[in-house]
């Protein structure tokens, strides 16, 4: 069993940055593929990016592309996911997920393990 917590979401202005955490625990965190997804009000939960167990290949979702980047620390069993130009339409829930049945994926349906999920609000 994989236990994930989020951390890092707040409010910002557009145009800003913030820097979201995941720290994980249970499991063998090496072979844990990790994402990131979020979902707006009223709208379905979308894929944000995603990175495979070493951390050498990432992907991203298109609406964000180029403005976030995915990392993980496997020494302290975290993954990061920095946000910068962000906005308003960036303003959701963000979950961090995990899986040990894929070295890595963008399917929620690959996704075993899920957090509470962080609020991160842009404004305009």
């Known amino acids: 069993q994989v236990h994930v917590v989020e951390s890092g979401g707040g409010l910002v202005q557009a145009g800003g940055s913030l820097r979201l955490s995941c720290a994980a625990s249970?499991?063998?965190?090496?072979?844990?593929?990790l994402g990131w997804f979020r979902q707006a009000l009223g709208k379905k939960r979308e894929f944000v990016a995603g990175?495979?167990?070493?951390?050498?290949?990432?992907f991203y979702g298109d609406s964000v592309k180029g403005r976030f980047t995915i990392s993980r620390d496997n020494a302290k069993s975290k993954v990061y996911l920095q946000m910068n130009s962000l906005e308003p339409e960036d303003t959701a829930v963000y979950y961090c997920?995990?899986?040990?049945?894929?070295?890595?994926?963008?399917?929620?349906?690959?996704?075993?393990?899920w957090g509470q999920g962080t609020q991160v609000t842009v404004s305009s």
């Open positions: 997920a995990a899986t040990e049945r894929a070295t890595m994926a963008d399917m929620e349906s690959l996704y075993d393990y």
């Open positions: 990175i495979s167990w070493t951390g050498g290949s990432t």
């Open positions: 249970g499991g063998r965190f090496s072979t844990i593929a």
